[in-house]
């Protein structure tokens, strides 16, 4: 008979969000195991980070490494592909508060295996190319996980607490029927690595690019070695176009940007094109007796403003005080911290979500690309850029006045505004009856 391994806490995936939780609660003294189906170093698509990650790094022990490993990224900059308008560049520095003036750039195979290197010296046992195969609740409260190795061989874990970090996998929301996909925003986003794209001139040369076009946009972000990683995030009626190879598809798409390919007249592709789709989406539940879902394994709404990573690793460090007064056996305690768990999670997603639905507005383009600052509203954008939008209580303010301002954009542009809404309205309905059906 197979031993049972016993443990204080159990995490599901090494990516950022389980490599944090790992790692913290490892350092607050509990026995904690680490299962990953993958193998470090691996691909994974995510490579922008944000001025407020960089707390979590130093309290992780980190920093310094993600800075050898990354390119800096003072700002962002936002253009609507040939429309002959300028672009317009979002520095970090001219943030409202204290958040940094800078976050990084990383290739996420250095960056997650760092960070599951950091988690292992931090104590956790952590296991790579195991996946865990099956979860189940005891009578004692504990949870049975069983997990099989590359070779094949089943180990059993038994936990006191468990931690679902999978990621996309969504292992305990797809398994119990908790996910929800986004009917309002399905997307599909194909990328890949590029050699020789023209960056920013001077200090702007670490700045993500980011382009509007008719199907979507798409993203630049500068990597190490004159890399630079580009994807477009399109509507699925546009990616059903494709008649192709994904290469050639995102080669067209590219050059269908004069702006774009002005940048990629040098440029040669060093990775085959990926693609993911219907990326958006919700689960029901995030917590319960002894487990808890962080990072994307809980939701995931869309890349553009470069805040999963953030959002994973800031929900694990959270989590870790839920897990904490779960082992204390202290019920006022895991109360409240579950309670404060669950509304800093959605205040964080509901912040992005408001941008992240309209973004591709007539309204939106026309106030990202035309920045007036009355009353500090950008300043208030770039706190949110840099992900400042948990307890900056002067950002969320300035951000309700853009709210406010959006929805004269949105009346002054009605009618290119309707008639927007009305191009997505097949789409959503076919999206819906194809959610319905499948469920
Ligand atoms: C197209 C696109 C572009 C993006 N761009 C950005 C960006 O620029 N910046 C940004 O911050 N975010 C970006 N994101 C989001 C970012 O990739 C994620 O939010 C982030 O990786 C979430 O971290 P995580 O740890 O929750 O999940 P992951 O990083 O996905 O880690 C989950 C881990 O769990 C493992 N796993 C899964 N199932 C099992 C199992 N059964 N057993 C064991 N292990 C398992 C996986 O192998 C994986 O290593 C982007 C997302 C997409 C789709």
Redesign the pocket.
């Known amino acids: 008979m197979v031993a049972c391994n016993t443990t204080d806490v159990l995490v ?7 490599t944090t939780f790992g790692c913290l609660a490892a350092k607050r003294g509990w026995d904690v195991a680490l ?4 193998r470090h170093p691996r691909f ?6 944000l001025p407020m990650n960089l707390s979590i790094l130093d309290r992780l022990g980190v920093h310094e490494q993600v800075k050898a490993i990354g390119v800096l990224k003072p700002g962002a900059d936002f253009t609507v592909a040939n429309s002959g308008a300028e672009l317009q560049t979002y520095r970090f520095e001219d943030a409202l508060g204290d958040s940094p003036d800078h976050a990084f750039e990383v290739r996420r195979s250095e960056f997650d295996e760092l960070l599951f290197e950091n988690c292992r010296a931090a104590g956790v046992e952590a296991n790579d190319e ?3 195969t099956h979860v189940e609740r005891l009578e004692n409260g504990n949870h049975k996980v069983t997990a099989v190795d590359a070779a094949g061989e089943e180990s059993f874990w038994e936990t006191r607490f468990l931690v679902d ?5 969504t ?1 305990l929301s797809s398994r119990n029927g908790w996910k929800k996909r986004n009917p309002k925003h399905a997307s599909a ?1 194909v ?1 890949a690595h590029f050699r020789g794209v023209e960056r920013r001139p001077g200090n702007d040369d670490g700045n993500i690019s980011v382009y509007w076009f008719e199907h979507g946009w798409i993203w630049m ?1 500068p990597l190490r070695d004159d890399i630079m990683s580009i ?1 477009a ?1 399109c509507y699925p009626e546009y990616i059903k176009t494709r008649r192709g190879s994904l290469d050639e598809f995102l080669l067209d798409t590219l050059n269908g940007m004069e702006e774009v390919r002005a940048r990629m007249q040098q440029a040669e592709p060093v990775r085959a094109a990926q693609a ?1 789709g219907n ?1 958006s989406y919700l689960s029901q539940r995030m917590d319960g007796p002894g487990y808890l879902m ?4 809980f939701a ?1 709404i869309d ?1 553009v403003f ?7 690793m800031g929900s694990a460090e959270r989590g870790v005080d839920v897990a904490q007064a779960w082992l204390e056996d202290n019920k006022r305690a895991y109360r409240r911290a579950s309670r404060k768990y669950r509304r800093v999670t959605k205040r964080g997603l509901a912040a992005f979500s408001w941008f992240i639905y309209r973004f591709t507005t007539p309204a939106m383009m026309y106030l990202f690309s035309n920045p007036r600052n009355k009353l500090k509203v950008v300043e208030g954008v770039v706190s949110m850029l840099a992900g400042d939008v948990f307890s900056n209580k002067a950002a969320r303010r300035r951000l309700q006045v853009f709210k406010v301002i959006y929805a004269f954009a949105w009346l002054f542009h009605w009618k290119a505004s309707l008639a927007a809404r009305k191009a997505r309205r097949p789409e959503i309905r076919t999206r819906l009856q194809r959610s319905h059906a499948a469920e």
């Open positions: 599901i995936g090494g990516g950022p969000a389980g299962l990953e189906k993958g994974h698509i995510g490579e922008s980070l195991t996946t865990v970090a999978s990621g996309r996998d292992f986003a990328f972000i994807g995030v993911t990326y962080i990072g994307d394994a995931f890349p470069s805040s999963g990573v953030y959002l994973a």
